[in-house]
């Protein structure tokens, strides 16, 4: 089920500035029985990004209300939030007049084989580059191309993530996912101020980490850096947390770590 | 009017990738009595840029047909193509059946003052650099974030245009035009092998300036040899050539380049 402004409806306009410049944001989030997963941590996350680009957020009562309707027959499904900054006439400058869209839809979860979770994943480094962009970096806008071109580059299913680097070989994070390293005990995590996207999931590890005593770095990540890692974990919202089984030629043993993680995860849905 | 993949419709699906992801490309040109302005250029650029990220381009006869469509009842007007990805489901992942989407509208053709053409623009310098991306470089794809952005930087209805700069101050291109400095009687524009979208018109120039005789450069720029130029040019499908008469400090007397550069565009329009 989809709602456009409220009400059901699979289209949006053509002169949806979403459509023609990708000038809105979006999230993707789990709810069960109606009741959305980290929800503070997604709609905090809404809020800057639409803050970020100039959008005004839709209120939480409004969201909140749209993701029961579009969720109400499902006892488990993803919904993805997106808010565009509406019609515009032909051109770059934002109409005065700008009235933001905002699309709630449902989807089925996706499903992946339970070893991804129980024994980890293979990955692949991808060819694309992220490009540096400090003003976009973070945000999880439209503007998608850079994961797309990424994922084009292998079709191989039993390849559950590819690894995106900067243009200095900084590890940055996965094409849907965010990365964490785990080194004597402690996580890392890259920096995302100049490309990247920043996922609810991981300001929800933040928090854990904090909560339970984990100390947990944010900095520039090299991928040779990451490739020593203890272990090497992707996450969001969708999928939780899969360790890293196979990466390159370097291989991975099942870890604590990314069990403590997803208990962690657990235990603190909201 | 609107065509969506041949029928009148100014709605697109949600699933669209294009909406999604910004998963797509699009050409704007003027269309004079049915007639597409430099077709060939335009044509030529949809392919590349279509061929670019992997979308089927729709046939040329086609696109001719849909735009005589959208521009029957015009005497001029502006037509944007666009194609995209098609619908999707959830995910980067490009569906292995995926049917690509073709939008074709007709706006009318912005108005600007007359004094644009004839004396010049004043032009600023946006704060907002681009980013490197040689993978998407050079591709008008629908990821126009960076030129939304940009564009909010100034309000002031006097200032045409705002010239965009790379990380490293090379001057790459307006928020909506590719720029040529005139020095010596020759030309010089922008690399855009790693920032910026290479319009149909800046094609044109370049196969105008070699039949004249004149010599055009393709190199980085920075900004302080943009300010030295002896005329400096903007240059898209809809407003032609205009002269920057003011940027920052400089200004500049109204040059011959431009109007021989505007000349060569008036006659050869196809």
């Known amino acids: ?7 059901v409806s699979d289209t949006v306009p053509v002169i949806d500035r979403g459509f023609a410049y990708g000038d809105g944001v979006f999230r993707t989030l789990q709810v069960r029985s109606g009741r959305p997963l980290a929800w503070r941590y997604q709609f905090r996350r809404l809020q800057h990004d639409c803050s970020a680009i100039g959008i005004a957020c839709p209120s939480e009562a409004v969201l909140r209300n749209e993701i029961a309707r579009v969720a109400e027959h499902e006892r488990i499904c993803a919904v993805k939030i997106m808010v565009t900054r509406g019609p515009g006439q032909r051109g770059y400058a934002v109409p005065r007049e700008s009235q933001p869209a905002r699309i709630v839809m449902s989807t089925p979860l996706p499903t992946y084989p339970t070893s991804w979770s129980e024994t980890g994943i293979r990955a692949r480094i991808c060819s694309l580059r992220l490009g540096f962009q400090p003003a976009l970096a973070g945000i999880k806008h439209l503007n998608r191309l850079e994961n797309v071109l990424a994922r084009q580059e292998w079709q191989d299913p039993d390849i559950a ?34 490309c990247g996207v920043s996922g609810a999931t991981r300001d929800r590890i933040f928090d854990c980490a904090a909560a339970h005593g984990i100390a947990c770095t944010v900095s520039d990540v090299p991928l040779n850096e990451a490739l020593q890692a203890d272990e090497l974990i992707v996450a969001n919202s969708l999928i939780g947390v899969w360790q890293v ?10 870890g604590t770590m990314t069990r403590t993680i997803r208990r962690w995860l657990d235990e603190e849905e909201d």
């Open 245 to 254: 089984r196979e990466l390159n030629d370097r291989e991975w043993a099942p």
């Open 1 to 7: 089920m989809i709602l456009v402004n409220g009400a």
């Open 161 to 194: 993530e590819g690894l995106l680097l900067d243009a200095e070989s900084n590890v940055i994070g996965g094409t849907m996912t965010n990365v964490f390293m785990v080194r004597n005990d402690a996580l890392l995590t890259p920096d995302l101020r100049r």
